[in-house]
């Protein structure tokens, strides 16, 4: 698939999950929206019914009273006392009241003899009735609104009622509340009144009919307001974090699938390499046999040294190539063995200058060797080392600029306590973006239209893999078209 395509699908895929995201967000908080208007009409609903209640029972509780006070008053004495000073409503029948209810009255005017005389003088009766009954109440209402506030409300009794109401309305939750004057004097508090949660306070008037004064102002508010608001809705919680996982999962898969076209891309280029460092020398290893069989070719002594050597060397470069290969394969399997000993680094440093010397020179460069730490005894694997620096100096021939001729400079020194081993060139250099991975198994830094440099793209891994486990650092230091250094860093045995 291409790198393209597979762009495309992860851009697709990605903004799908993320506007499947928004819009559960955003359904999340619609409905928590609608939870919060339900809730906030449930309670005033219930308040408005709580201060119905109160009105009425306290307007209950009057005419029991006033009852009681005077059970063998006739109609007209009750309405003397209470309305003394209170203009009568006129009614042209003011004969004898009868005490009878609505339904009553009807039933009875309805049995009367159809004398049109008759019914008007019994419904002018009732309306009499009526409107004494409406002296009376109002009469008992003005009394009882003249009282303070705190002697016209029973608060257990509010209370009870308002939780009754709240039930009634499907709300089960803890609540505080305080009862307070138009002008803000507080009458009472529940007992166990807190403010957490106020931040949503509730406010219902209490006998609104009432003249300004008089009036009442009950506030409530639900600690636990939040909690129920959002247990009502926590199904949609799981399927926002599902939808994340799916997110995180979806990156890490397209992470994975990018990751693994980059190490096939990887694998390819090194099995084509692989076979190009393969085909040379079993090519010339095939030739030189061939002129040894061909019996049509001179066998001299000095021929058959030269077929028979260049054999040997080509036979070498290939074991060297598998070997490379064993190498980095024993270390992915953590199987590679060290045999570490003392050693005098400036004298391993030395020998592999001298030996690599002839293929720099013959390569058109030069090599130096400033071997200059005064202490340079390291505990290492001696085979494993000099692999390490015929790498790096072999690296810096394969990357030589063609530009100026080849210039290797080896160095030792001591630095806080440590041995630092440096391998510099004037080659081509390494662009910054290739310098962190060029110690990645299989990497191999492009060299643009050159198609002259061969490899595995093992070598500095293996050179890494190497340094790492006799326990120093190795790192690059580079400017593209200038050259590189690398600087290894090995611990010293204590004098």
């Known amino acids: 698939m291409k790198k393209s395509t597979i762009w495309f699908i992860a851009i697709v895929m990605g ?7 928004f819009l559960q967000t955003k359904y999340f908080e619609e409905v928590l929206h609608m939870r919060k208007e339900q809730f906030d009409e449930s309670v005033l609903r219930s308040l408005y019914q709580t201060a119905r209640n109160l009105e009425l029972n306290e307007t209950k509780l009057g005419l029991e009273a006033e009852l009681r006070a005077a059970p063998t ?9 209470k309305t003394a000073a209170r203009p009568m409503r006129s009614n042209p029948h003011n004969s004898i009241p009868v005490k009878v209810s609505k339904g009553l009255f009807w039933d009875n005017l309805n049995q009367q003899p159809a004398d049109s005389t008759l019914r008007d003088s019994v419904r002018n009766r009732y309306i009499y009735q009526r409107d004494l009954l409406d002296e009376v109440v109002c009469s008992i209402l003005d009394e009882a609104s003249e009282k303070p506030l705190a002697e016209r409300i029973d608060f257990q009794t509010l209370d009870t009622n308002l939780r009754s109401e709240l039930q009634a ?30 931040k949503y306070t509730y406010r219902q ?40 996982i799916l997110l995180i999962t979806f990156i ?36 030189a046999a061939q002129m040894l069989h061909d019996p049509t070719v001179t066998k001299s002594e000095a021929m058959f040294n030269h077929l028979s050597g260049i054999i040997i060397d080509e036979t ?8 490379k290969v064993l190498q980095m394969s024993m270390f992915d399997r953590k199987a590679a063995t060290f045999k570490p000993k003392e050693l005098d680094a400036n004298l391993v440093a030395q020998d592999t200058v001298n030996t690599f010397r002839l293929k720099v020179e013959a390569a058109g460069g030069s090599i130096d060797a400033h071997l200059d730490a005064p202490n340079a005894l390291v505990f290492v694997d001696e085979m494993h080392f000099t692999n390490v620096l015929f790498n790096l100096l072999d690296n810096a021939v394969k990357y030589k600029s063609p530009d100026r001729d080849l210039r290797l400079k080896v160095t030792t020194r001591n630095e806080q306590g440590k041995l630092q081993l ?59 078209g200038k050259g590189t250094r690398f600087v290894i860093t090995l611990p010293l045995i204590a004098p």
């Open 422 to 480: 440096i391998v510099a060139d004037n080659g081509i250099g390494i662009r910054r973006d290739d310098l962190k991975k060029i110690f990645d198994k299989f990497y191999r830094v492009h060299t643009g239209n050159r198609h002259d440099v061969k490899g595995f793209g093992l070598g500095l891994a293996y050179v890494h893999n190497v340094i790492k486990a006799l326990d120093g650092t190795i790192h690059a230091e580079s400017e593209w």
């Open 316 to 323: 070498k470069r290939l074991r060297f190539q598998v070997e």
């Open 15 to 21: 903004v799908s999950f993320l506007a499947l995201l």
């Open 252 to 287: 890490f898969t397209i992470y994975t699938i990018f990751r693994q076209k980059r190490l096939t891309e990887i694998k390819n280029d090194f099995i084509n390499n692989m076979t190009h460092e393969f085909k040379t020398p079993i090519s010339t290893i095939s030739l």
């Open 169 to 198: 309305n499907g709300i089960n939750l803890d609540y505080h509340f305080y009862v307070t004057t138009s002008d803000g004097r507080e009458v009472y508090r529940c007992a166990d009144f807190v403010p957490d949660g106020n």
């Open 73 to 81: 008053d006739s109609a007209e004495s009750k309405v003397a006392s």
């Open 205 to 244: 008037v209490l006998f609104h009919n009432d003249p300004s004064a008089q009036m009442g102002l009950l506030y409530i508010h639900f600690p636990g307001l939040h909690r129920y608001i959002f247990a009502s809705v926590r199904f949609i919680i799981p399927a926002i974090v599902f939808t994340l």
